[in-house]
């Protein structure tokens, strides 16, 4: 076996990619522990599809997650050797049924969701590409999203009906695969698979993603023993990313902490500075008209004296 490769999308919030799809395989590969060099992709375009992931064992190039275990298997490394027929069964009935509930909630809170898209995932994936792909792969994938949506529900269908159909359809399937998970540690045992890989990539985007419109993110945040698999599965397979991800958010609040208290005295001396103008704009204010009261008081003296003076000479 040469050296594998695995170009996959950058990481963001404590996630070692951005990408479901990349996320799966990069999971399974922690989980059957096979020395792989991870790099972040910044141009998708030479890839097989115009995608990541792309994994590379000499002249062996694949770009999808089934492909990747199925490979892999051949070169035994594998974690569903200790499923039984059954279990097996089962995981592969749940995948599918991840594909077709869950998958389009996703595609839908990722690509089609406007606000979303235009502050969250256009961004975020315009930054990890260079000029000029950045101005196109998160267009075509927007667009290769809608279509799914349209093809699904309808071209001319009312979209708020249509988010509301899909989130409910996502909720359902996210209630059976915590009924399934239970207090269990993976869905097969006390050792994961690669179901648990396909779970963790659905759900980790959604947990730690700081999307805008959060309906489905909530709803995956508010299961407690989803979010602890989530939780469970970043700290033992991620850790080095999670603890460097709170590092910089420490760092960051630190920054914003001192910044705060660099600006404090500097507000303070200026509310102290206005106040002294202030009282002594007054001061001088009162002083003034004070004395030019006194100047016409004085004034009045005089020209009193000057006529009583005047009637004292009559007489």
């Known amino acids: ?75 035994h490394y594998s974690t569903d050797v200790h499923l039984n027929q059954k279990q097996a069964a089962e995981a592969s009935a749940f995948t599918q049924y991840l594909r077709d509930k869950l998958y389009p909630a996703y595609q839908y809170a990722w690509w089609v969701d406007e606000k979303n898209y235009g502050d969250v995932t256009r961004p975020t994936y315009a930054k990890a590409l260079q000029i000029p792909f950045n101005f196109y792969y998160p267009s075509r ?3 290769a999203a809608k279509e799914m949506i349209d093809a699904l529900y309808g071209e001319h269908s009312d979209l708020k009906e249509v988010e509301k159909t899909i989130y409910n359809e996502a909720e359902k399937c996210l209630k059976t695969l915590s009924d399934r998970l239970g207090e269990s540690e993976y869905f097969f045992g006390n050792r994961p698979s690669s ?85 002594l704009a007054m001061t001088g204010y009162a002083v003034a008209t004070g004395m030019f009261q006194d100047m016409k008081d004085f004034q009045h003296s005089q020209d009193y004296s000057e006529m009583f003076e005047n009637e004292e000479d009559d007489n």
């Open 195 to 279: 179901f648990d890989a396909t779970v963790f990539a659905y759900l980790a985007p959604l947990v730690k993603t700081p999307l805008p419109n959060a309906t489905l993110s909530n709803h995956v945040k508010g299961i407690a023993n989803l979010s602890r698999f989530v939780a469970r599965i970043s700290q033992k397979n991620f850790r080095n990313v999670t603890d460097e991800y709170n590092r910089q958010n420490k760092k960051q609040s630190q920054g914003t902490q001192s910044e705060r208290e660099a600006q404090f005295p500097n507000a303070t001396r200026n509310k102290v500075l206005a106040g002294l103008f202030a009282t």
């Open 141 to 143: 994938y927007q667009g």
């Open 1 to 75: 076996m040469a050296n594998i490769e695995l170009d996959i999308w950058r990481g963001e919030w404590g996630l070692a990619s951005i990408d479901l799809e990349c996320l799966k395989v990069l999971t399974y590969m922690k989980f059957i522990g096979v020395p792989v060099r991870v790099r972040e992709a910044s141009n998708p375009f030479f890839t097989p599809k115009g995608s990541l992931p792309v994994m590379r064992d000499g002249r062996t190039v694949l770009t999808n997650f089934e492909e990747v275990v199925e490979y892999l298997k051949s070169l």
